[in-house]
């Protein structure tokens, strides 16, 4: 049987090892765009995250697919990093409808100060890597522009983040709901958005759970 060693399994472990492939990545980006640049972070020999101000986001796009080569459009999103201000409890039959005390919003890799953030992510298919770009978006105008242009696949992901977040993106030629009714106020992966269904009904992991060998029913 095959063992992982430390690095593998050791986050902190792998992130002190170099990795000249991404390090290289992570340089040619920062020089490409300048100012626009905020911050990176490698985890060697596993993947590269890049920080770019919000008004870089199209030419980090662009640069990264000339010059790194990542033409390989993955995916794009958004993430709200809002602790959840209902909780969810694993031995309850629904949230608890409480708000809980404030926790501090953490970012991730490459850090940020916003509670919303954009994510994308492109692979090169030459290199077989890929790297996560993230942009802060300001709370009082979550918008951006759209990347439509430089990788039309974006068409898709950016109606979903529209509905899904709330997040407008400049330039998008239709964003209209790809799942939920037209009518439908709310955007329900904001972690503000209370989830009604829990509250009249327990939710699916609680009920009809089967006895393992050996229990007895209370």
Same mark, same amino acid.
């Given at each position: 049987?095959?063992?992982?060693?430390?690095?593998?399994?050791?986050?902190?472990? @792998? !992130?002190?090892?170099?990795?000249?492939?991404?390090? $290289?990545?992570? %340089? *040619?980006?920062?020089?490409? &765009?300048?100012?626009?640049?905020?911050?990176?972070?490698?985890?060697?020999?596993?993947?590269?995250?890049?920080?770019?101000?919000?008004?870089?986001?199209?030419?980090?796009?662009?640069?990264?697919?000339?010059?790194?080569?990542?033409?390989?459009?993955?995916?794009?999103?958004?993430?709200?990093?809002?602790?959840?201000?209902?909780?969810?409890?694993?031995?309850?039959?629904?949230?608890?409808?409480?708000?809980? @005390? !404030?926790?501090?919003?953490?970012?991730?890799?490459? $850090?940020?100060? %916003? *509670?919303?953030?954009?994510? &994308?992510?492109?692979?090169?298919?030459?290199?077989?890597?890929?790297?996560?770009?993230?942009?802060?978006?300001?709370?009082?105008?979550?918008?951006?522009?759209?990347?439509?242009?430089?990788?039309?696949?974006?068409?898709?992901?950016?109606?979903?983040?529209?509905?899904?977040?709330?997040?407008?993106?400049?330039?998008?030629?239709?964003?209209?709901?790809?799942?939920?009714?037209?009518?439908?106020?709310?955007?329900?992966?904001?972690?503000?958005?209370?989830?009604?269904?829990?509250?009249?009904?327990?939710?699916?992991?609680?009920?009809?759970?089967?006895?393992?060998?050996?229990?007895?029913?209370?």
């Amino acid at each position: 049987m095959t063992r992982l060693s430390s690095t593998e399994t050791d986050p902190v472990a @792998a !992130a002190a090892l170099p990795d000249e492939h991404r390090e $290289g990545w992570a %340089t *040619r980006i920062t020089e490409a &765009l300048g100012d626009g640049y905020r911050d990176h972070h490698i985890l060697a020999g596993r993947d590269l995250w890049v920080r770019v101000n919000r008004d870089s986001w199209v030419d980090a796009a662009t640069a990264i697919r000339d010059r790194l080569g990542c033409r390989f459009f993955d995916w794009l999103s958004a993430i709200d990093w809002l602790p959840s201000p209902y909780g969810r409890d694993m031995d309850a039959q629904e949230d608890n409808p409480r708000p809980r @005390a !404030a926790e501090p919003m953490e970012q991730g890799y490459a $850090g940020g100060e %916003t *509670r919303f953030q954009m994510l &994308l992510r492109l692979y090169s298919m030459e290199h077989h890597l890929g790297l996560t770009i993230k942009a802060d978006l300001p709370d009082d105008d979550l918008s951006i522009d759209t990347l439509i242009g430089v990788f039309p696949g974006a068409n898709w992901h950016e109606r979903e983040a529209w509905e899904m977040f709330g997040i407008h993106f400049n330039g998008h030629p239709d964003l209209r709901h790809l799942y939920l009714p037209g009518e439908f106020e709310g955007n329900p992966l904001r972690k503000d958005y209370p989830l009604l269904a829990r509250r009249v009904k327990p939710w699916p992991g609680i009920v009809d759970v089967e006895l393992m060998p050996g229990e007895e029913s209370s």
